[in-house]
Structures are given as structure tokens and as C-alpha cells.
């Protein structure tokens, strides 16, 4: 499982105050927690407030360059936001993310050959995000061509199906994971599947609850990855457990303490 | 047709793992022997690297055994003098010299831990080659001679045997203290394997210091079952589980010999052939076999079985060019 801290993202109100002070020790400070936490990615969103983005995606990657060494998922709808992150990024970064129309494939996957970044895609296009898993998975063979014609690996695209919360779209669920188990069919090698792993519990009570509920049974699916709160114990105890249970490690006792000391 | 050749790929690899000390390194040894470092399935040279040829080493006891009698014949000689023993090893061929203290056993000479470690230390004088010692298998006395012979071979990285899920604490700790590398013993169980791995680093010994022993059946009697907790130990290490890349070591001579196939003479199974013969066959099979399933370290006890395994590891070592 690809764990992608969610947590460096100015949408969070310490997050979102030390972007505009340009304070960087509540950031670096999630960068070391997170990367302690198990964390395989670092997430960096400057957030809607952020006066310059271009600026604040930039001092984001050099803040948490000065103090992880993982690579970073650089999430914005602004693709030169994104671009001006990847011109910093010391290793292979993820762009977060792409839908499926064409403009915007045809200006993410060209700048993620150039850098050699990894891409997100999402199965949504202009009408937005279909219900069922037939229109999601059809959404995701559109990107899937996409990588393919512009030469990048298609190892190196994950498509996110893209969960709903649950109190907004409970009919979804079920559909997401559908779409994950057929994603997994579409080319060889398939690509990877990641969710947004918060999003479905947005709002709700039980919070932490819904996420590792969703996320065992998305794993169970073969989810390769998640964009999620790696701060959340019980999640990590879970992700722990479900690798376990799906013969993705080798049983011992102490397995929860090996996962959290994995890196 | 061409056969395209699959290639795997791995993210994890054995760690290696180094026995013996030289005089730079605070020993006496003439030479050390590093083993592990794969990063592929046993002998797949054409997809991953194989740095470092498995090793074997000939069993020794400090008092007289009661082996049966193709080794008595072979080693009987010696048998009672562990120094000369050691010696005869280390001209057979032997890349090490395995020790085990059946003397120390309560029911047998009860030896003390002073008196084992004074053997010990006679055979490092003896020979140059890095030495594995083994208590008696009574955990009780184990941890009395065990600490003791740690510390007679202090600084010689001597790999000390044997850790088990419940009695690992002292030797450990010996070993921590002492230098030594520690032989970390599962009852054919890859999650047991697993956890005394963990429990093990976590008292802080160096991962580098760490030999698995799976334990092993003899050919006839189970083998298939540890070749396949060993294949998962391999495997386990190579996706890059940590908790299981260590090297493997077997005790072969030891299963081998104590089955009837091995030790019964022919008068009692005339159609079986003659024993010698027979014996060490039977010894040389079983290691073949664990060589396949990712045996890092061998103990053997019959010098002519040490060489036909040699033969064959001098054939699997021959890269694959595919």
C-alpha cells in the first residue's frame, strides 16, 4: 500500500496560516511526522487562499525538501502551480491530478514525460463524476490511451475512481470499488488505483471509522494507494491488519509494530 | 522458437551476513566468510545477483558422540579431541567448523560452562577458519555455557546458536555484548521465524548479525515442508521484508544421519545397499535439496558428502548467461 500524506494542504488552518506567513516549521513539521508515521509520499496543496500559488507551491517543495528526503505529490487544479513544484522536486514526483478531458491531458502528460513524474488521473470529465462503475471505468481507458500515447508508463499512473463522501453519495461506494477491481483489467501492466481516502468520510461522524472501513474493503478490491490522514494509528493498525489478511506480508505477532517501523 | 526468458524483479535482497574476525577486525581468524546478499531466488545468476556461494561447515562435539558408523569410521579417530577434530574439518574442505557442545547436557557429562569454554577456545587455536558453537539444546544449561563461551571468543564474531521464541533474551544479549553473530531457530514456521527475528532486533543486535535456522528435516521426512517455508523466507526477503532477510543456515548432518536410511547397516536392509555409501548420499541429497529452497550455511558431518555438494554448488554457481 502507497501511503500519501494528506495532511500539508492549505485547506487545513495551520497549514493554510503558515503558507501565508511563510512560516515553515508547522510545515516542516508535518513532513517529518508524517514521514515518521509511515508516510510513502509527502502531499503539498498551497490550498484556495494562497495569494501567489506559483510562490507557495514553490516554497512548499523547498520547505519540505530541506527536511524529507520523500518524493511529493504535488495537488493543485492549476497545472503551472504544478509545473513550477515539479521544476523543484529533487525526485520523481506525483501530479495530483488529471481528469479525463482532453486539454488537460494534453497539458499534464506531456509535463509528466518531460519531468518523468508520475500522474493521477481521475475518471471525471466536463459533466463531472458518473455514478456507475461501467461510465468511471470507461473514463479511466480514456486516460489509460492517454498514457499510452504520450509515452508515459503506464506504472506510472494511478487512477483514482474518485470516493464520495458518504453522507453526499452512499449509492457511490460500492461503485468505486467495482471500478478498482475493473481498472486493474484495462492494459498490462495495469495501472495503479489510489483514492482520496478522507473524502468519504467528510462531514460525518466517525470519521477515522468510516476512512479504515473503506479503506480495507478498498483494499480488498486491489488498491494500490491512498491519499489519507497517515497520522490516524487505527487506520495505520488496519492497513497493517489487511495486508496480513490478504497475504501481502508474512504474519508475526508483532506485525502492527514492524508496519509502523516499515521505512 | 525463441523462448523469451521471464525476468522478475525484487525490491528487497538477503542481507549479508559475516562470520569470523580477522586480526584487523579484534580476531584471530585467518580468513572471514560472508554469506546472503541475493537478490534473487537461489542460483537465478540471470536475473539477479548471487554474490556469494553458499558455505559449508563440518560439525564437531566436544566429547565423543555416538554417531553411527560410516562417521565412525571416517572421523572416529579424532572423535573426543575436538582440536584435532576442528583440524581434520578444515582439511576435509571445510569453510567452517561447527561446535556443538553435546557435552554440556545434564544428561550426558554435564560439562560446565568453564569446561566448554576452554574447548572454545581450543579449537580457535586449532584452526583459522570462523567457528559456529551450538549448546546442548537444554535452554537451562544453554544459558549458563552459552554466555561463557561468548565471552572466551570475545571479538572473533563467532555465530552462537541456538535463539529460540522463548529463550532468546541471554544469548542476545551475549552476543550484543560479545560480538558475535546469533543463530535465531524457528520450529518450521515462517510466522515464529518472523517474530524471533523481531524480538531479536529490538533487544538491538545489528541485522547484520542475524542467521536463520529454519530448522530442517532430513530428505524422506518432511523436507518438502521446510523447502517451502524456506522458498517464503526467500521470497519474503527479496519484496523487502525485513524481518526475514537474513541468511539461512541448516543443520543437515544431523537430520540426515539420525534416519534409518542414513544409519541402519546393510545386514538390516540388505536390498538398501551398503551403508557408507548410502549414508552419505542420503547427507548430500538433503543438501542439495535445501541449496534449492536458499540454504546459506550448511553443517554436514561426513567429509565425502561435503564433497559431492561441493561438486554440485560448483555447478550451480556458474552464471547463466540466458
Known amino acids: 500500500m502507497i501511503l500519501v500524506g494528506e495532511r500539508i494542504n492549505g485547506m487545513f488552518r495551520d497549514v493554510g496560516r503558515a503558507i501565508a506567513s511563510v512560516d515553515p516549521h508547522p510545515i516542516q513539521e508535518w513532513a517529518q511526522r508524517q514521514e515518521a508515521a509511515g508516510a510513502d509520499y509527502l502531499d503539498l496543496n498551497c490550498g484556495p487562499a494562497a495569494e501567489d500559488p506559483i510562490k507557495a507551491m514553490r516554497w512548499l517543495v523547498d520547505t519540505v525538501q530541506a527536511v524529507s528526503s520523500l518524493p511529493l505529490c504535488l495537488d493543485s487544479t492549476n497545472y503551472d502551480v504544478i509545473e513550477a513544484g515539479l521544476e523543484r522536486c529533487k525526485r520523481p514526483a506525483l501530479i495530483n491530478s488529471c481528469p479525463a478531458e482532453r486539454p488537460k491531458i494534453e497539458r499534464v502528460f506531456p509535463m509528466a514525460k518531460r519531468f518523468g513524474a508520475k500522474v493521477i488521473g481521475l475518471t471525471m470529465d466536463k459533466k463531472g463524476i458518473p455514478k456507475d462503475a461501467d461510465s468511471r471505468t470507461a473514463l479511466a481507458m480514456e486516460i489509460v490511451a492517454a498514457a499510452d500515447e504520450f509515452g508515459v508508463p503506464l506504472e506510472d499512473l494511478w487512477i483514482d475512481p474518485l470516493i464520495l463522501p458518504v453522507n453526499v453519495a452512499q449509492d457511490h461506494v460500492v461503485e468505486v470499488l467495482e471500478t478498482i477491481r475493473r481498472v486493474k483489467t484495462l492494459s498490462s501492466p495495469p495501472p495503479k488505483t489510489v483514492v482520496g481516502l478522507s473524502n468519504v468520510s467528510q462531514k460525518t461522524v466517525n470519521r477515522s471509522l468510516l476512512d479504515r472501513t473503506f479503506m480495507v474493503m478498498a483494499m480488498a478490491a486491489g488498491l494500490d494507494g491512498a491519499i489519507c490522514n497517515v497520522c490516524d494509528e487505527e487506520l495505520m493498525n488496519s492497513v497493517a491488519t489487511a495486508r496480513i489478511l490478504l497475504n501481502q506480508d508474512v504474519y508475526a505477532d508483532s506485525y502492527l509494530k514492524v508496519f509502523r517501523k516499515r521505512q | ?322
Not at chain 2, 135 to 159: I, S, T
Not at chain 2, 257 to 264: D, G, H, L, P, T
Not at chain 2, 289 to 300: K, T, Y
Request: aromatic content about 4%; some cysteine; overall charge negative.
Open chain 2, 1 to 322: 522458437m525463441a523462448v523469451e526468458v521471464i525476468r522478475d524483479r525484487y525490491t528487497g535482497r538477503v542481507g549479508e551476513v559475516t562470520l569470523g574476525a580477522t586480526k584487523d577486525q579484534g580476531g584471530t581468524r585467518i580468513h572471514t566468510v560472508t554469506v546472503g546478499g541475493d537478490s534473487t531466488l537461489p542460483f537465478l545468476q540471470f536475473e539477479g545477483e548471487v554474490p556469494h556461494r553458499p558455505v559449508i561447515a563440518l560439525e564437531i562435539t566436544d566429547v565423543a558422540p555416538e554417531w553411527s558408523e560410516p562417521l565412525r569410521a571416517e572421523l572416529g579417530e579424532v572423535w573426543g579431541d575436538p582440536a584435532a577434530w576442528a583440524k581434520k574439518c578444515v582439511e576435509c574442505g571445510a569453510d567452517l567448523v561447527s561446535l556443538t557442545l553435546i557435552g554440556a547436557d545434564p544428561e550426558r557429562q554435564n560439562r560446565s560452562p568453564e569446561d566448554c569454554a576452554r574447548t572454545v577456545r581450543d579449537v580457535l587455536s586449532a584452526v583459522g577458519v570462523p567457528l559456529i558453537v551450538r549448546g546442548c539444546g537444554n535452554d537451562e544449561k544453554d544459558n549458563q555455557v552459552l554466555p561463557a563461551v561468548a565471552e572466551a571468543a570475545a571479538g572473533e564474531n563467532v555465530a552462537l546458536g541456538t535463539a529460540k521464541q522463548d529463550n532468546y533474551k541471554t544469548l542476545t544479549a551475549a552476543c550484543m555484548v560479545h560480538k558475535h553473530s546469533i543463530i535465531a531457530q524457528s520450529p518450521i514456521d515462517i510466522n515464529i521465524c518472523k517474530q524471533l527475528n523481531i524480538l531479536i532486533s529490538e533487544m538491538n543486535l545489528p541485522l547484520s548479525r542475524i542467521l536463520i535456522d529454519p530448522t530442517t528435516a532430513s530428505l524422506g521426512f518432511g523436507i518438502e515442508y521446510c523447502f517451502s517455508i524456506m522458498e517464503r523466507i526467500r521470497l519474503g526477503a527479496l519484496q523487502g521484508d525485513k524481518m526475514l532477510s537474513f541468511p539461512v543456515i541448516c543443520n543437515l548432518g544431523y537430520e540426515a544421519w539420525r534416519q534409518k536410511e542414513a544409519s541402519a547397516p546393510a545386514s538390516e536392509f540388505p536390498g538398501w545397499g551398503e551403508q557408507p555409501a548410502r549414508g552419505v548420499l542420503w547427507e548430500a541429497m538433503t543438501a542439495a535439496a535445501v541449496l534449492e529452497a536458499g540454504a546459506h550455511i550448511l553443517i554436514l558431518r561426513h567429509p565425502a558428502a561435503l564433497r559431492l555438494v561441493r561438486r554440485r554448488l560448483d555447478a550451480l554457481m556458474v552464471p547463466n548467461p540466458m
